[in-house]
């Protein structure tokens, strides 16, 4: 008979739970624990605890280790739950017994506990070894001897993190080792590379590229034997049905949804393939289409083996899809580069081609000019009487433009052999300072001339510098008729002065400056600062970007300060060459390239007929020298030769006034209206374009007949010409 007062075999278990009651219901006589009232005190406090406390917590008892655990801990043994209660450990555990034996034995034998975080423990609770990752410590429970009688598990897995954590790793190497793939084959190499180091998730890949004739090409793969990547067809057609790993179906999805293949996806490999690092063999692949940016069809195919040690849910799934897009994204961007690459080098073929051409034709252009020059020249000095004055005056304006084009032909050709890279200096030990000097007297006289305030200050340097004298002719002569030409009123100063390392020259002027935003482009070769007022709008755009050429031959640098309306400075900065110290007296070369130069400039000075600065210039007027009524053309232009030579074919018919400009056109308007304005477009202060509006705007000259000349032929400036009214070329 049972005793009427003895306790209720688990009255110590306070609280319901589903795990209380499975306890309360469970036949424990036949477990190792046996009947409830045989147990110890310490096992059922221990017990109490553990029912009793929200976090996964189990029990270990005895010299089998019997389980027992709450309702948190219940998920953990999975599918083995409820079967799992009160079975000994090595029963419950067979899998990941060599793991966890070694440690309970150490807690019975030490009686100290143990922690573990991220434990990998590869446990078979759903049907398949699966990789599974814990947070847990085991700790000792004494009996009421004081031995070692039990071990407390608390325990939390940590399975979903380290795989996110892991995901994420493989993504970002994925992206940094294919970051700077130049091209799709490197690509797929990178991504090879990335996917060998985690296959765990990706047991192993393959990449295939479509190329341009819709052809699926293998580029990659990883985590293969070289047998069973030999078996991997190397090419085939996607849009065919037969394709091993159904590319056609594959695409079909939607993007991101991968097709999911089992046996017949492996059979290619004719072999069973590890799912490495796991011993067991993979038994599904998944795979994935690579879009091509735009929709133009894919880019490739991404087929990934499926690690036979997890489950392929949501997360596994997304994960592999996330790869893909980090291929299909890393795919676009080498094609994007490829592309421009190819684009960048037709235009530096085409910049190659230019360049050949401006020095082909620049060498041809001399011959036929020095025959010209040289006819010239004796027609210029004959004064045998033979040739009449005005063949004489005819003679010096074309000659005089023939020295100008040759000048921009040799220009021209300088600046072709530089950027063919044939441009070589002839350096020699030069006085920089008392040549410097030289070459910028060569300006005085025009400067004077024009009313400006020209300062020199070449103080005498230490050494003598190695230069090749021609090119610095050139950079001075440059940047002296450039300050000259854009600098209407006030002053020019050149200053050469010591530097560590080196000497520094410096051409400043009281210009117009030059606008912010086009600072940056005015050593670009072309490069024309749009709207600027000077002496003349004549100009190559080359000068500036030849100067840049031309130092950096010498191993220095050109840069330019300047604001708008006060002016600006241009900087030459040049390295002492090691020889040139202790040299020795240098040579103080004469400028030899300083006519052409000095001419030209002297042509944009009102003593030459040409327009000086803002001050009122006066129209010159000429009578027809032909019977009939006198018909008064107004002739705007601001090359001089040009508009004597205008006004010369003029002149035997009609009565004639030449101005240089828009502005001086206006003042000569309003003091005797003429028949018809004949304009150039492009001039200094007031252009053509400018004058024609302001003629337009006023009705004593709305109705006067105006024709634009320019020299600009093409479709483009005809429709130009018509949206501003008219526009006739000659």
Not at 208 to 227: H, I, M, N
Not at 368 to 376: K, S
Not at 416 to 426: D, L, Y
Not at 556 to 579: H, K, M, N, Y
Request: with cysteine; proline share 7%; aromatic share 8%.
């Amino acid at each position: 008979m049972s005793d009427p007062d003895a306790e209720p075999p688990f009255s110590f278990l306070v609280g319901g739970g589903e795990m209380a009651r499975r306890i309360r219901e469970f036949d424990w006589s036949r477990t190792a624990l046996g009947p409830p009232d045989g147990w110890p005190q310490s096992l059922r406090s221990a017990l109490s605890i553990c029912l009793g406390c929200g976090f996964p917590i189990a029990i270990y008892w005895g010299r089998d280790l019997a389980l027992v655990y709450n309702d948190a801990w219940s998920p953990i043994p999975a599918a083995k739950h409820p079967w799992a209660l009160g079975h000994p450990a090595h029963e419950v555990w067979p899998e990941i017994w060599e793991d966890i034996a070694p440690l309970f034995a150490q807690v019975q034998s030490t009686g100290e506990a143990v922690r573990r975080s991220d434990q990998l423990l590869p446990m078979h609770r759903r049907g398949f070894t699966e990789e599974c990752y814990f947070d847990f410590t085991f700790s000792p429970i004494h009996d009421e001897s004081g031995h070692v009688a039990g071990i407390f598990n608390a325990a939390i897995e940590t399975t979903a993190r380290v795989l996110a954590e892991r995901r994420a790793r493989l993504l970002r190497d994925l992206a940094a080792g294919t970051l700077d793939a130049p091209t799709p084959a490197a690509v797929a190499h990178a991504a090879a590379l990335a996917f060998e180091e985690h296959r765990n998730d990706l047991p192993f890949t393959l990449l295939y590229l479509v190329e341009a004739d819709g052809t699926a090409r293998l580029a990659a793969g990883s985590g293969l034997s070289d047998a069973a990547f030999a078996r991997v067809p190397q090419s085939c057609d996607p849009r065919g049905a037969g394709t091993p790993f159904r590319f056609l179906e594959a695409g079909q999805r939607a993007e991101g949804e991968g097709l999911l293949l089992g046996k017949e996806g492996l059979a290619v490999f004719g072999e069973a393939v590890a799912g490495s690092p796991w011993p067991h063999a993979v038994e599904r692949v998944v795979v994935h289409v690579l879009p091509r940016a735009g929709g133009e069809g894919p880019a490739g195919f991404f087929i990934a083996g499926v690690s036979p040690r997890l489950a392929w849910d949501e997360e596994y799934s997304g994960a592999v899809a996330q790869a893909a897009r980090g291929v299909a994204t890393a795919l676009h961007r080498a094609r994007a580069h490829a592309a421009e690459r190819e684009r960048a080098e037709k235009l530096a073929e085409i910049d190659r081609a230019k360049t050949a051409f401006f020095s082909n034709v620049s060498h041809e252009f001399r011959t036929p000019l020095t025959l010209l020059l040289g006819p010239l020249e004796e027609i210029v000095n004959t004064r045998n009487g033979h040739i009449f004055d005005e063949s004489r005056e005819l003679a010096t304006v074309a000659h005089r433009n023939a020295l100008r084009l040759l000048r921009l032909v040799n220009t021209l050709l300088d600046f072709s052999r530089m950027e063919a890279g044939r441009a070589r200096a002839h350096f020699a030990p030069t006085d920089l300072a008392a040549f410097t000097a030289e070459l910028a007297s060569s300006f005085r006289s025009a400067m004077e001339k024009a009313g400006l305030r020209f300062t020199v200050e070449c103080p005498p340097l230490a050494n003598a510098f190695h230069i090749d004298r021609e090119m610095w002719e050139k950079i001075v002569f440059n940047l002296l008729s450039n300050a000259f030409k854009f600098t209407l009123r006030g002053e020019v100063g050149v200053i050469l002065r010591p530097v560590e390392g080196g000497a520094e020259l410096t051409v400043r002027d009281t210009g117009q400056g030059i606008p912010a935003e086009a600072q940056p482009h005015l050593f670009e070769r072309f490069y024309r600062v749009q709207g600027m007022q000077g002496r003349s709008h004549e100009g190559s755009g080359i000068g500036l970007a030849l100067v840049n050429e031309l130092v950096k031959l010498h191993g220095g640098t050109l840069r330019v300060e300047s604001v708008p309306d006060q002016g600006s400075t241009f900087i030459v900065t040049l390295p002492a060459r090691p020889d040139a110290a202790g040299s020795g007296p240098a040579e103080r070369p004469a400028a030899s390239q300083a006519a052409p130069f000095v001419t030209e400039a002297f042509r944009w000075l009102p003593g030459s007929d040409e327009m000086a600065g803002s001050a009122p210039v006066e129209a010159i007027s000429s009578p027809s020298t032909g019977p009939g009524p006198q018909f008064h053309v107004l002739l705007a232009d601001d090359n001089a030769d040009m508009r004597d030579y205008i006004a010369r074919l003029l002149r035997p018919h009609f009565e004639v006034t030449a101005v240089p400009d828009g502005e001086s056109a206006l003042e000569a308007i309003r003091g005797a209206k003429p028949d018809l304005v004949l304009s150039d477009i492009m001039m200094p202060r007031l252009d053509g374009l400018g004058l024609l509006h302001a003629l337009r705007g006023d009705p004593a000259t709305a109705t006067l007949p105006v024709i634009l000349l320019s020299a600009r032929a093409g479709e483009e400036a005809r429709v130009e010409g018509v949206e501003h009214l008219s526009l006739i070329h000659i």
